[in-house]
């Protein structure tokens, strides 16, 4: 079955799924999990596809595609499911397109639900204070995992990079001399972060003290191992974060992506200048790193409630 319940493709449409993601593999600036992603929501149009008996790629109509969106929204999905899966399709077939399978791009007037403007969840200065501390005493046994989970936490914190580029990298990718840290980011862009004295610490001690109770021969150069000594993973960092936030009192359930959310909220808060934040994080555009002066602004208005006398 597929994520929305249905059938996996099959005849044409499992040919032309698999035709489409070799061509996804073969462009270099996707990342695996925007591949991964995009099959995913290619394979769920083309099982509603097959199941409305509509057997032909030539076949398809805005009508059908409309009908598989409004699907999603019955079953549930969120405003920002339903989008990515909108752009996965026109993705998918305006490559049918390019390629010649279908004559005219039926998804070229298909509108996706605006992103709903939710604030991102991030923890208090306190808290995040507090989740590194828990994750220094919980080290102080010299477990291997623990001296890890130590750093991964103090560099997602100190960087803001996202825990697939946490998990990416190399030990070269490090220069502890001068604080900073290589960072391969989306679409293969390169970018060099710094990051402060107690990430600088943790790191060290996880080197020193900890990779080499697990590292392998087959481990090469990369920066976080597991148990067996092969590179950590973002599942494992996420379960990591969520096990040190529970001793956290009060603390959201936050994800390493909220941790991301996190730095550039305090940096905001600290004074540090937006484009400054859009550069440390890798985003493209400055309107993504915007959001985070509404947080701010948020958390400003919230404590004046508190504490003026008159709010």
């Given at each position: 079955?597929?994520?929305?319940?249905?059938?996996?493709?099959?005849?044409?449409?499992?040919?032309?799924?698999?035709?489409?993601?070799?061509?996804?593999?073969?462009?270099?600036?996707?990342?695996?999990?925007?591949?991964?992603?995009?099959?995913?929501?290619?394979?769920?149009?083309?099982?509603?596809?097959?199941?409305?008996?509509?057997?032909?790629?030539?076949?398809?109509?805005?009508?059908?595609?409309?009908?598989?969106?409004?699907?999603?929204?019955?079953?549930?999905?969120?405003?920002?499911?339903?989008?990515?899966?909108?752009?996965?399709?026109?993705?998918?077939?305006?490559?049918?397109?390019?390629?010649?399978?279908?004559?005219?791009?039926?998804?070229?007037?298909?509108?996706?639900?605006?992103?709903?403007?939710?604030?991102?969840?991030?923890?208090?200065?306190?808290?995040?204070?507090?989740?590194?501390?828990?994750?220094?005493?919980?080290?102080?046994?010299?477990?291997?995992?623990?001296?890890?989970?130590?750093?991964?936490?103090?560099?997602?914190?100190?960087?803001?990079?996202?825990?697939?580029?946490?998990?990416?990298?190399?030990?070269?990718?490090?220069?502890?001399?001068?604080?900073?840290?290589?960072?391969?980011?989306?679409?293969?862009?390169?970018?060099?972060?710094?990051?402060?004295?107690?990430?600088?610490?943790?790191?060290?001690?996880?080197?020193?003290?900890?990779?080499?109770?697990?590292?392998?021969?087959?481990?090469?150069p990369a920066l976080l191992l597991g148990r067996r000594g092969r590179?950590?993973?973002?599942?494992?960092?996420?379960?990591?974060?969520?096990?040190?936030?529970?001793?956290?009192?009060?603390?959201?359930?936050i994800g390493p992506h909220g941790l991301r959310h996190s730095a550039?909220?305090?940096?905001?808060?600290?004074?540090?200048?937006?484009?400054?934040?859009?550069?440390?994080?890798?985003?493209?555009?400055?309107?993504?790193?915007?959001?985070?002066?509404?947080?701010?602004?948020?958390?400003?208005?919230?404590?004046?409630?508190?504490?003026?006398?008159?709010?």
């Open positions: 079955m597929t994520d929305d319940g249905t059938r996996p493709p099959s005849g044409e449409w499992a040919e032309v799924v698999a035709a489409f993601e070799r061509h996804l593999r073969s462009e270099r600036s996707r990342s695996e999990h925007t591949i991964r992603a995009y099959l995913g929501d290619v394979r769920s149009l083309a099982s509603h596809l097959d199941a409305a008996g509509v057997d032909h790629l030539d076949d398809v109509a805005l009508r059908d595609l409309r009908a598989w969106l409004a699907a999603q929204a019955q079953s549930g999905a969120a405003r920002a499911t339903i989008a990515r899966r909108s752009a996965a399709a026109r993705t998918f077939l305006g490559w049918a397109t390019r390629t010649g399978r279908i004559p005219v791009d039926p998804s070229l007037r298909l509108a996706a639900p605006k992103r709903g403007g939710h604030l991102p969840e991030v923890l208090r200065q306190a808290d995040a204070t507090a989740l590194l501390d828990v994750a220094a005493v919980a080290s102080d046994d010299q477990d291997a995992l623990h001296l890890r989970d130590r750093a991964a936490l103090e560099l997602l914190y100190a960087s803001g990079i996202r825990v697939g580029e946490l998990t990416a990298l190399d030990i070269d990718d490090l220069d502890l001399g001068h604080g900073v840290v290589r960072v391969m980011g989306k679409g293969g862009k390169e970018r060099t972060v710094p990051f402060g004295v107690p990430a600088r610490l943790a790191v060290e001690a996880w080197l020193a003290l900890g990779r080499p109770q697990v590292v392998t021969g087959d481990s090469g590179r950590a993973d973002p599942r494992q960092i996420r379960a990591a974060l969520h096990a040190l936030l529970a001793h956290v009192p009060d603390a959201p359930d550039a909220t305090h940096l905001l808060e600290g004074g540090a200048d937006l484009r400054l934040v859009q550069e440390l994080l890798g985003h493209a555009s400055l309107a993504t790193t915007q959001i985070y002066t509404h947080v701010s602004v948020d958390r400003l208005k919230q404590s004046y409630r508190q504490a003026h006398p008159r709010a």
